[in-house]
């Protein structure tokens, strides 16, 4: 999506100011609808900034100032299709933001991806930033993918050691230059989990893969039993590194199978056995309905997403 190399790296720093100030502001919706709206008649090629920024649509040269193209092509952010270009990487707003992330579609096994649930992953954290008692001291977004929720602790914690970690390198040049927009402070390290990186956090953060995904795409399968493998090592991981008063935020789906949720019955015993209060809400009922077609849902009737919060009992402390 973006290269290695600093000089690129200036060329997306220079092509997002410049769409800033154009006024751009694109909200990314599920990959489904996003295939549903560009199909309709009139779609196929870009007519606006929105078109290819944010639908990821092809364009001819002549469609946008030299102040974008220009950055676009040194970056490798558009490569040549037909008599025009296609772009490889979208932009989208979120808590007043700009994010990098991967271009429709995100086939590839390291695509950068940032959608509806990045969205609601973000709002359940700064929702639980407004309710804690006590300030952050060091917190860490696992699988950070764009960096948006580690961004969004930063700016309301800009005190905080925030760690963005991530196994594919590609998310964490993505979060890098995303947290570098924003104006914060974060440290991507490349870690599995926490595997990686050393001492305690009193915050912690993570919206896992959840799927079965057949094509094993880094940033969209769990593993496990419908794919609630990742969701339940976030847990236990979590559960070693959390300081006295410190909380995890999970993210995450559910499979709803004859009306039980295995994967809560599954968390709550591990937030148990490792002495952590929890509490487990559903925040969207019924999502990615069309899963339920394939062979890995076959017993599934809903796939629901859900927030757990996990906190290790104790008066907060610092997690340095």
């Known amino acids: 999506m973006i290269p290695d190399d600093p000089a690129a790296e200036d060329a997306v720093l220079a092509l997002v100011s410049a769409l800033r100030e154009s006024g751009y502001a694109f909200t990314t919706v599920t990959p489904a609808t996003h295939a ?27 469609l946008l100032p030299p102040a974008l193209l220009d950055p676009m092509r040194r970056a490798g952010a558009a490569v040549p299709e037909g008599d025009g270009f296609r772009p490889t990487l979208r932009l989208s707003s979120l808590d007043g933001e700009v994010f990098l992330h991967s271009a429709y579609p995100p086939l590839d096994a390291d695509a950068v991806f940032f959608g509806p649930d990045t969205m609601r992953f973000v709002q359940a954290v700064v929702a639980h930033l407004a309710a804690r008692p006590g300030p952050v001291r060091r917190a860490v977004d696992i699988g950070c993918g764009s960096g948006a929720a580690g961004i969004a602790i930063a700016k309301r914690a800009p005190e905080a050691e925030v760690l963005l970690v991530d196994v594919n390198d590609k998310a964490l040049r993505a979060a890098a230059l ?51 493998g990742l969701s339940l090592a976030v847990i236990e991981a979590a559960a070693d590194r959390l300081a006295p008063g410190g909380t995890l935020v999970l993210f995450t789906g559910a499979a709803i199978v004859e009306g039980a949720d295995g994967f809560r019955r599954e968390a709550g015993e591990r937030c148990r056995r490792a002495g952590l209060d929890w509490s487990y809400r559903e925040v969207d009922p019924d999502a990615y309905g069309e899963e339920l077609d394939g062979p890995a849902y076959a017993e599934v009737e809903r796939i629901a997403l859900v927030v757990l919060e996990a906190t290790r009992p104790g008066p907060s402390g610092d997690a340095r």
């Open 178 to 228: 995303n947290a570098r927009l924003a104006g914060v402070r974060v440290h991507p390290c490349r870690s599995d989990l926490l595997a990686d990186v050393e001492g305690p956090f009193d915050l912690i953060v993570s919206n896992p893969p959840f799927m079965i995904d057949a094509a094993k795409r880094a940033y969209r399968d769990g593993g496990g039993r419908h794919g609630a």
């Open 36 to 62: 549903r709206v560009n199909r309709r008649p009139g779609n196929a090629v870009a007519r606006s900034l929105r078109d290819v920024f944010g639908w990821s649509r092809p364009f001819r040269a002549d």
